[in-house]
T-cell receptor
């Protein structure tokens, strides 16, 4: 069974440029998460989807970050414009649901460097 | 609010040594508890989990017991290998909102 797929794996951009990350969750997983992981830190939730609905986006900086999950499968996270402080690893994860026994599985992440 | 606290690393051990990585948590209700491992250049992988008090999660020789009385979920392994070198993250999943909260991670280095 294929795991969570993310692309690109690495991205280098100049500040003020836009950037987008793509995630394909495990087949059949209804819940999708985007996390931000700074160097030496644990992942921090940006947004959680149940199917195509964003049910928790309280930590998403909405002035520059946006996300979508059309048709409740793939998802895209966008930053526009990027700032130096956005340099980090962006992780996508999915789980069958969001109940107490559901476990999330992570993709390899996209490492963003903003120059 | 809910939080997870892990011992700071790096933890450096010789091969076959005993490993303990401490993790304590603060949460309302009855969270589920997890240990994830992250190898260099890879995403997080679930190592083990426990969903209620006194449960013991185990996998690949690693164990952790959900201790509600001490709000702890310490990770242990009896004999580490060089291949265990990685960053280990303790996490909880809140009851009700089912939100994941991660600790800052503990880097383990195992020397041959």
């Amino acid at each position: 069974e294929a795991g969570v797929v993310q692309s690109p794996r690495y991205k280098i951009i100049e500040k003020k440029q836009p950037v987008a990350f793509w995630c394909n969750p495990i087949s059949g997983h209804n819940t999708l998460y985007w996390y931000l992981q700074n160097l030496g830190q644990g992942p921090e939730l940006l947004i959680r989807y149940e199917n195509e609905e964003a049910v928790d986006d309280s930590q998403l900086p909405k002035d520059r970050f946006s996300a979508e999950r059309l048709k409740g499968v793939d998802s895209t996270l966008k930053i526009q414009p990027a700032e130096l402080g956005d340099s980090a690893v962006y992780l996508c994860a999915s789980s069958p649901g969001s109940g107490s026994t559901d476990t999330q599985y992570f993709g390899p992440g996209t490492r963003l460097t903003v120059l | 609010g809910d939080s997870v606290t892990q011992m700071e690393g790096p933890v450096t051990l010789s091969e076959e040594a005993f490993l303990t990585i401490n993790c304590t948590y603060t949460a309302t209700g009855y969270p589920s508890l997890f240990w994830y491992v992250q190898y260099p250049g890879e995403g997080l992988q679930l190592l083990l989990k426990a969903t209620k008090a006194d449960d013991k999660g185990s996998n690949k020789g690693f164990e952790a017991t959900y201790r509600k009385e001490t709000t702890s979920f310490h990770l242990e392994k009896g004999s580490v290998q060089v291949s265990d070198s990685a960053v280990y993250f303790c996490a909880l999943k809140t009851s009700g909102t089912y939100k994941y909260i991660f600790g800052t991670g503990t880097r383990l280095k195992v020397l041959a």
